[in-house]
């Protein structure tokens, strides 16, 4: 199975803190995404980092991508208490059409 | 639309009874998705529509599951003789692009209770 595996599964921070979350494949990849899901918003996309790129930020959020270690990392730095969420990685498949969740970490961020 | 949406956002179902749920995709996005995501989760991939070419449905968990996409927009997923493992709720993802290459803008989900 290709499913991405996260750690931690929960993690509880203060607010202003850095918060970082890992995932870890088995097998090729074209793309890896992260998304984050709380009840007001459901599942929104954060990021997406193509099996040929090592690192790319949006706003509070840095992603890093080692293909050798099939790992990917998700930095979110100055932590809100509206980050408080799920977050997912997710793999594009290499065949091409499915996109494969991981169980995800739970992010709580405390005011 | 702005985004994606489904309907209805609740349904139960006594066991047995048949289900159809629908999604709206943004306007002109190429790939269509439907996922199943249990309590505590990440979404199980099901199904994977290309305007209205259905190109893989090897996540769909039995032949009591079916999808449609007839005109290449809105796509329904159906549920005949429905289970209480069926319990779940149900995603609908679309994207501009063909393949899993882009970015899934995600609807607000449909959650099917079977009693």
């Known amino acids: 199975s290709q499913q991405g595996e996260e750690d931690p599964q929960a993690l509880s921070i203060q607010e202003g803190e850095n918060a970082t979350m890992n995932c870890s494949y088995k097998t090729s990849i074209n793309n890896l995404q992260w998304y984050r899901q709380n009840s007001g918003r459901g599942l929104v996309h954060l990021i997406l980092?193509?099996?040929?790129?090592r690192e790319k930020h949006s706003g509070r959020l840095r992603v890093t991508l080692d293909t050798s270690k099939k790992s990917s990392s998700l930095l979110i730095t100055a932590s809100r208490a509206a980050d408080t969420a799920s977050y997912f990685c997710a793999l594009g498949d290499t065949g091409g059409f499915k996109t494969i969740f991981g169980a995800g970490t739970r992010l709580f961020v405390k005011a | 639309g702005a985004g994606v949406s489904q309907s209805p956002r609740y349904k139960v179902a006594k066991r047995g009874q048949d289900v159809a749920l629908r999604c709206d995709p943004i306007?002109?996005?190429?790939?269509l998705f439907w996922y199943q995501q249990a309590l505590g989760q990440g979404p199980e991939f099901l199904t994977y529509f290309q305007n209205e070419a259905q190109l893989d449905k090897s996540g769909l968990p039995s032949d009591r599951f079916f999808a449609e996409r007839p005109e290449g927009s809105v796509s329904t997923l159906k549920i005949q003789r429905t289970q209480q493992e069926d319990s779940a709720v149900y995603l609908c993802?679309?994207?501009?692009?063909?393949?899993?290459?882009?970015?899934?803008?995600f609807g607000p989900g449909t959650r099917l209770t079977v009693l």
């Open positions: 306007s002109g996005h190429v790939s």
């Open positions: 993802a679309s994207s501009f692009g063909g393949y899993a290459y882009n970015e899934q803008f």
């Open positions: 980092i193509r099996s040929n790129e």
